[in-house]
Structures are given as structure tokens and as C-alpha cells.
């Protein structure tokens, strides 16, 4: 059961939404008609947080895109799922949402088995355990106090990062892409890069020291494709998946060294003061012209693996060229 609060300057989508929730979750709804009145229920239920939100972006005053930044600057909802409400379908529209935090996307005039179905997402989204791993900047010595805020964490799951530029949640990612038409995705190429011995670091760290180190690496990567049109998102397993647009034609290698360059100028550390050196290999660039939404996952998920087994071969490389010519 989530409580949520939906944002909408139009009294018969407020009604429509109550209506729906009422009759068909077990869901609480609460209503405000701006992003004041927001505010201010916020503030009275600073007590009992809202574990999500539905928003519209057009909105007089300030706008649902302004609110959801807003709303993802304040410590109590960085991870609450975001549902923005739009009759706007147009991909800067899309673009705005994600980028301001959005986790899903929905156009109005809205069907309620849709809505239903997204609403079951964000549910699914709020019950899963969060994880914050809180930005290191690079030359900053890592907190041990800081072990206490960052539970466990799965090498295999997706986990939040905060504050990297053009880098979003991953579930996002997957949300923005099947929202965009076959033409806007026309001339997107996705890419992605993963940490080498992505394991071994999960194993010998603590959950803080490793979430700041994705952090970094991940924050390394923005810069690196600084100027360019991109979104990002951790995929788990050391895997940065990244989204390039506007016909872009990315050479993943030769931004991997980029990446790396980057890394070996950043001093970054365990608890114990020792250095640590983390390097990514990249994958295949994978072209999205012509595809639909579900074989576009596909595609991400070949650049992911294609990026995975690029650090596996570097790996094994490794150990190779180590033995070549000894015996046992």
C-alpha cells in the first residue's frame, strides 16, 4: 500500500485519479492543485513521507519538470518514484521529465489499465530495499562512518547513484526508451562500459567504499562524454549502460581510454588509505534505428553483455600473457 501524492492543476484529472485509486488499489491518494500547495502537504506530512508521486508537467507558476527536481533535492524522496502525468507526448517533453527525475511517463488522455500497469511498477519500485551510496568527490577521503548509511550490495542489482550528470535510475532508462517512437529513436546508438574485476572489488570492500567508487567511475564517464547529447544508468554488475542521440556515432574504445585516462588522474581510496585503481573496458556500439521497444531493450542488453565480456576477455588476456612460457 502506497501513499501518494498526486500534483495536477486541473480539478476533473485530480477527481479522475482519486477516483481510480479508490476503486481499483488500496493505494492513498492526496491531491494538490500546483506545486505551492505541494509544498506545503509535504511539509505537513513530514512525518509519514508520501512513497511516490504522480505530476503534471504543464502547470502555471512552477512546472511539474521544476517540482520533480525539486522534489528529488530533498533527502526524504531521492529514491520515491516519480509518475509524471502529461498530455505532452513530445520528446523534449520526455527528455525534461527524465532528466529532472522522472522514473515513468504517461500521456493524457490516459487508460486506466495503463495507468494501473505503471502504478504496479512504481509499487514494485518502492517495496524494492533502497540503497544510497552518497557522491565522493574525487581527491575526498572515503567516511568509515559512512559504512553505517550503505547496506548491502548485490554485485548483480542496479543500485542508485546521485548527483553524476545525465546519469539516471536505471528502471528509468528502460521506462524513457520505450516511451520514445521509433523516429526519435532514429540515430541513437547504445554503449555501455564495465569495471574490470568488477568482483573483486565487491568482494574485498566494504558497500560505502564500493558505491563511492561507482561513483566516481560513473561521474568519470559523464565527464568524459561531456558535450555530447547522452543518459546513463548503472545496470549492477559494474556495468555503466549509456544512451548516445542526434546521430552521434560513439567509438567505444577509444572513450574507455578516455574513461581510464580520467580514472588514473583520480586519487581515490579505500578506509585504510590504500589507492585504488578501477578501469573499465567497453563493449559494441549498437545502432536503435528501426527498432521497437521491446527489441530496443534487447539492444541494451547487447551492449551491457558485449561490455561485460570485453572486461572478461581483457581479463583473461591478462592472465595469459602472466603464464606465457611458465610451467608448473
Not at 492513498?28 to 502537504?41: M, P, R
Not at 556515432?249 to 580520467?262: C, E, H, K
Request: charged content about 20%.
Amino acid at each position: 500500500k502506497m501513499k501518494i501524492l498526486a500534483v495536477d492543476d486541473d480539478p476533473i484529472i485530480l477527481e479522475l485519479l482519486s477516483h481510480f485509486v479508490e476503486s481499483m488499489t488500496d493505494h492513498k491518494l492526496v491531491t494538490a492543485s500546483g506545486a505551492d500547495e505541494a509544498t506545503k502537504v509535504m511539509q505537513q506530512n513530514a512525518r509519514a513521507p508520501f512513497d511516490s508521486f504522480l505530476l503534471d508537467i504543464q502547470m502555471p507558476g512552477t512546472d511539474g519538470v521544476t517540482l520533480a527536481r525539486q522534489i528529488r533535492s530533498m533527502d526524504s524522496y531521492i529514491d520515491a518514484p516519480i509518475l509524471m502525468l502529461t498530455a505532452m507526448s513530445e520528446k523534449s517533453y520526455i527528455d525534461a521529465a527524465f532528466s529532472a527525475g522522472a522514473t515513468d511517463y504517461v500521456t493524457k488522455p490516459f487508460e486506466m489499465t495503463e495507468l494501473k500497469a505503471r502504478l504496479a511498477l512504481v509499487e514494485r519500485a518502492v517495496d524494492a530495499p533502497s540503497r544510497k551510496t552518497g557522491k565522493v568527490f574525487a581527491a575526498q577521503a572515503i567516511n568509515p562512518q559512512g559504512n553505517k548509511a550503505v547496506g548491502p550490495v548485490q554485485l548483480h542489482e542496479p543500485v542508485s547513484i546521485y548527483d553524476v550528470n545525465n546519469l539516471i535510475e536505471f528502471m528509468a532508462l528502460e521506462n524513457y526508451m520505450q516511451q520514445l517512437s521509433r523516429s526519435d529513436l532514429f540515430g541513437s546508438t547504445a554503449f555501455a562500459f564495465t569495471i574490470r574485476d568488477i568482483e573483486g572489488f565487491h568482494n574485498t570492500m566494504s558497500p560505502f567504499e564500493f558505491c563511492s567508487m561507482l561513483s566516481d567511475v560513473g561521474e568519470t564517464v559523464s565527464d568524459t562524454l561531456e558535450g555530447c547529447q547522452f543518459l546513463m544508468a548503472y545496470a549492477g554488475n559494474g556495468t555503466f549502460v549509456c544512451i548516445a542521440e542526434s546521430g552521434w556515432r560513439p567509438q567505444p574504445n577509444t572513450l574507455a581510454n578516455n574513461v581510464n585516462l580520467g580514472l588514473a588522474r583520480t586519487e581515490l581510496f579505500d578506509n585504510n588509505g590504500k589507492q585504488i585503481k578501477p578501469r573499465v573496458c567497453a563493449g559494441s556500439a549498437v545502432r536503435l534505428m528501426w527498432k521497437n521497444s521491446s527489441s530496443v531493450m534487447d539492444a541494451i542488453s547487447e551492449a551491457h553483455a558485449s561490455a561485460e565480456m570485453a572486461a572478461a576477455d581483457f581479463a583473461r588476456a591478462q592472465k595469459d600473457f602472466w603464464y606465457v612460457g611458465r610451467t608448473a
